[in-house]
Structure formats: C-alpha cells, structure tokens
C-alpha cells in the first residue's frame, strides 16, 4: 500500500458490509450462511467485520445463497475481495509486530481523520525518532536491536502519512502527564517537544494539552483512538489498545460515547496556540 491509498483492512471492511447488508436484506442468518460454506456463525460475522482474510470460493457460495445472479455485480464484489487480500506495506514487520496491530495500521493508513487522546507517552505519529527509540525498547524489553530498529522504522513509515498528499487532518489532545515523563535523556525530551511545536503548526494537525493545572477530566478511561474514513460505508472506529490484545469498537453508541469524552477533552484544553505556549514552556525548564 502506497502512502494515501486505501488499503487491504479498508477493503475488507467495505466487502463485509456489502455482504451483511446482502444478507439481511434476504432475512438469511448468520447461522445459514456459515453452513453454506462450511464455517461457523462467528466466522460469518468476523467476515462481515472485515477482521479476517476472504476466500473467493466462500464468497462466491455466499453471493449465491443471497441470490446475486448478474455477473457484473458478481465480478465487482468478487475483485474486491482478491484486493482485499493483498499484504499491507506494513506485512513485513508482521516479525516485531503484536498479532492485533497490523490492523490498526491499516486502518490508521485509510483514515481521513484520526481523533486521539493520549497519556502515557506521545502519540506514535508524533514521535521522534530517538524518543520512538526510548519507547520502543521500554515496551519491548530484551529485544534485540535489529527488532528494535524494525520497529522503531515502522513508527516513522506510519508518520509519513501524516504528511502526505492526501495526508488526514489530525486532532490529537496529551496529557501534560505525557510530557513530564521521561522517555530517554534530556535531550531526547528536550527534541520531541520542540518536533510538537514544530508539528503542531501543519494545517492538518491539531494539537492540545491538558494540563494537570485542570484536574480531573473526560479522559480518565485512559487512551484512545478514533479513526474516521471517507467511504460512506464504513464506520467510525474506536480503537483502544491492552496489555495483550486490542478492542476495535464500530457500534454506533460506542463511538459515541467516546466522540464525547474527546469533545469535552478539547472543549477543556487550552486551544492550540496555547497549547504551544505550554510546550514551550516545557521546553524552557527542560
């Protein structure tokens, strides 16, 4: 996937919501249409999710079971599904990568927007290179260096986009907390809040602090991601990263309820010039 183009995860997506809606639309279930191609019902749904990979022969059994006779709409869905299997740019690091990731990328990389909270470190499309570095070998301890380097290359892949062309707009509000602690020397701080004062300047970006000055606010869930596309078949995404797994939340009422946390996050923060103040501030006492 080149920078700016819609990739695999994106359409698989859109061919499971094209498959769900089929479905429905002849009142077939779940259960039905897992035993026409010898699958389960959850299968079926992880399929309309677009969380797993597509099988031309199952989709061609499930556009039969929901009656799609004209071959032109046949051989649309049934192209989309052979792209939708396509590795993402990103598979090479599928080595140094936890299972759930590649998909956020993926999705990171066909959002038009990307809405954020963040408190523990700064956002990855934010980072440095020698702040991504301290990071890194933080969360992946006795690691080896080559993996830590492959990483570390990934992060700043990922940040081209933010740049690009077609970059997407960017609204991201930080935690103070994320600024206070230390991820590397001196230095290292002292660089990635100048790169967050230079950043924040772009037409596309967005940036916010709360301070701890606030006290406590709409954030104290903890760090999350909404990703936004333009396809009017795909909706918004919460992504909420754990431990040892990751939660992709599309019910509408889900996202809602984040939408508004991140609202009341920006309506409570210092706008964005003042949000550069502070960071310059920082940087004086750093």
Known sequence: MSVGE????????????????????????????????????????????????????????????YGITDEAERTSLLSLAREANVAGWWHSYSDVLPSWFPTYVGLEGAASLIRAYEVQFVHGLLQTPEYARAVVKRGMKGASESDIEKRVELRLERQKYLVSENAPDFHIVLDEAALRRPYGDREVMRGQLQHLIDISEQPNVRLQIMPFSFGGHAGESGAFTILSFTESDLTDVVYLEQLTSALYLDKAEDVAQYEKALAELQRDSPGPDASRDLLRGLLQLS
């Open 6 to 65: 819609p990739g695999s995860v994106v359409r698989r997506m859109l061919l499971g919501s094209q498959l769900r809606r089929l479905r429905e639309a002849r009142g077939i279930t779940r259960e039905a249409a897992g035993y026409s191609i010898r699958a389960s019902e959850s299968k079926i749904s992880r399929m309309e999710l677009g969380r797993v990979s597509f099988k031309t022969r199952d989709v061609e059994d499930l556009l039969t079971l």
